[in-house]
C-alpha cells in the first residue's frame, strides 16, 4: 500500500515539479531574453539595471506584479472572473505532461499524444473566452472574440499538419514520432524536407495560436488596449502571461519534435567516433539537442514580433482559411503519396 | 489498495461530477454557467471512457466537442442579452414535459440494457488488447478496413451538410465592401510611389538662420 502511493503518487508528482519548475524559471528567463533581444533589434540595451546585465530583471517584474492589488470590476462575474486565468493556465503546463526530452525522459508516454496535445491546446480557449466575458467590458469581450476566433481557424490548420506529421511516422506517440526520424543521413532524415510547407504552416500558426505578434489581433494595444486581459492586474495577470509564455515555449518544443527529430544529432548517422558520454551525445543526440533546437524557434518567435507589422483582421482570417488549410489539406495527400511509395522511410532502416 | 477498488472509485467519482454537471446545466440560472456545465459534463464523460481503455473515443470527444463545438455555442450565448427572470418563469410550465421525455428516455435506455441482458451476450475481451495493439491503432485498422465504406460514407454526408450549411447561410450583399488579395498583390510599387532622386548635397546656411539652427536645410 505504501509502496504503490509511493510508486504511483509522490513519484509522478515529483517528475510533474521536475518538468513544472523550470518551465516557470524558464518563463522568466525568456522575458528577460525577450527584452534584450528586442532591445537590441531596435538599437537599444534593453533591461540593465538589476542584477549583472539586466538578469534579475525577470524576478523584480514577479515581485511587483505580485504585491499589486487585484482590481474586480463593478458588475464583473466575481467566479468567472478569478477562475479565467486559472483555465488559460493549467492546460499550457499540462500539455507538457506528453513531451518526450529524450528517448528515455517522458513523464507520460500516452499511446494518443497528438490527440492529447490537440485536446489541451483546444482547451485554452476558454481562459481568454471567459476573460473576456467576466470582466463586464467591451475592450475585453471585443479582444475575446477575436482572440476566440482566431484560436480555433489556426487549430484546424495546425491539426491538418499534425497529420501530416502522423501519416509519415505512423503513430500519434511522440516519442515513436522523434524515433522515425532517425536515419543515417543527418538533419536530412528529420520531417522538414518531406513536409516543408507543413512546418512552415505549423509553425505560423503556432505563433497565430499563442496570440504573439505578428497576429496578437486579441491584445492589439493601438485598437483595443490590451484585449481580453485589460481589466486584469497583479497576479491573475501574471498568470495570463505565464500561460502565454508556457504555450509560446511549448510550441517551439513542438516544432522541433515533429520537425527536427526531436532529441537526435543533426549529425546522426555521419560521425562514428568512440567518445566518453559527456561528449558522445554531439552525434548520437540528447536532451540538449531537443533544447538548442527550442531555443532556437522561440527566438524566432522574438524575430517575428520585432520585424513584422501587425496582420489586419480579415488578413489573418484570410491566412488561416483560404492559404494554410487548402495548402495542409493538400500535403495530407502528398505525404500519403511519399510513404505509400516508399519516399520517406521512417526509422533507422531510412 | 488493489487497482480495481481505485478504478472503481475514480468511476464513481467522475460519474457523480457528470451527473451533477448535467443537473446544473437545466437549473442553473445564468446561461454562461450552464455552457460551462454543459462543458464540464462532456469532460467527465471523457475521463470515464479514458477509465475503459477508450483514450481515441475520449480525446476526440475533448477536442471536438470540448474544444470546437462548445466553445462556438459559448460564443453565441457570450453575446445573448437574456432577460434571466423571464427565462425562468417557463421552467415550472415546461417542467411537466421535461419529465415526460426524460421518464421515456429512461424506460427506452433500462429497456435496451434489459434486452441486451438478456441476450447475454458478452462484449468479451477488449479486441484492442487482445490484438496487443493500442486502442488508437486499432481502430484506425477497423475504421480503414473492415469499416472502410461506412467510414467514407459518414464523412461524405458530413461535407455535404457542411456545404449545406454554408450554401443556407450565405447572403450576397452587393454593398459588402472587399479587398481583393491578389490584386493588392500584384500592385506595382511604380504605379503608387513616386521616388524621387535628390543630390546629397549639404545648402550652403545662410547668415540668418545659422545662428539659430547650423546646418539645418533650408525649405
Known sequence: MADQLINQVLWPLIYILCIVLPLVLAVAMFVYWERKVIGWMHVRLGPNKIGPAGVLQAFADVVKLLVKEVILPTKANRFLYFMAPMIALVPALAAWAVIPFSGKMVLSNANAGILYLLAMTSLGVYGTMLAGWASNSRYAMLGAMRATAQMISYELAMGLCLVCVLVLAGSLNLSDIVNAQAGSKGFFDWFWLPLLPVFVIYFISGVAETNRLPFDMAEGESEIVAGFHVEYSGSAFALFFLAEYANLILVSFLSAIFFLGGWFSPLQGWVHADAPGWINWIWTGGFIWLFIKAFLMSFLFLWFRATFPRYRYDQIMRLGWKVFIPIAIAWVFVAGLLKYYGVVTTGMGG | ?219
Open chain 2, 1 to 219: 489498495m488493489n487497482p480495481q477498488t481505485l478504478q472503481l472509485i475514480c468511476f464513481y467519482a467522475f460519474s457523480f461530477v457528470a451527473v451533477v454537471a448535467a443537473l446544473s446545466v437545466i437549473t442553473l440560472k445564468n446561461t454562461v454557467h450552464a455552457v460551462l456545465a454543459l462543458v464540464l459534463t462532456f469532460f467527465s464523460a471523457a475521463c470515464l471512457w479514458i477509465l475503459l481503455d477508450a483514450e481515441f473515443l475520449a480525446l476526440a470527444l475533448v477536442v471536438v466537442y470540448v474544444g470546437a463545438v462548445m466553445v462556438l455555442f459559448l460564443f453565441v450565448v457570450m453575446m445573448l442579452d437574456i432577460d434571466l427572470e423571464k427565462m425562468h418563469e417557463g421552467f415550472v410550465k415546461f417542467l411537466p414535459v421535461g419529465v415526460i421525455v426524460a421518464v421515456v428516455m429512461l424506460v427506452e435506455m433500462v429497456g435496451l440494457i434489459g434486452v441486451r441482458t438478456m441476450h447475454a451476450q458478452g462484449l468479451g475481451a477488449n479486441p484492442a488488447t487482445a490484438a496487443g495493439v493500442s486502442n488508437t491503432a486499432w481502430l484506425g485498422q477497423a475504421l480503414y478496413t473492415k469499416f472502410l465504406l461506412p467510414f467514407e460514407v459518414a464523412a461524405l454526408i458530413l461535407t455535404v451538410g457542411l456545404v449545406a450549411a454554408v450554401a443556407l447561410t450565405l447572403r450576397e450583399r452587393s454593398d459588402a465592401r472587399y479587398e481583393s488579395a491578389s490584386r493588392q498583390v500584384r500592385v506595382n510599387p511604380r504605379d503608387r510611389v513616386r521616388l524621387v532622386k535628390m543630390a546629397a548635397v549639404r545648402p550652403e546656411p545662410s547668415a540668418a538662420t545659422s545662428e539659430n539652427t547650423p546646418g539645418e536645410p533650408q525649405p
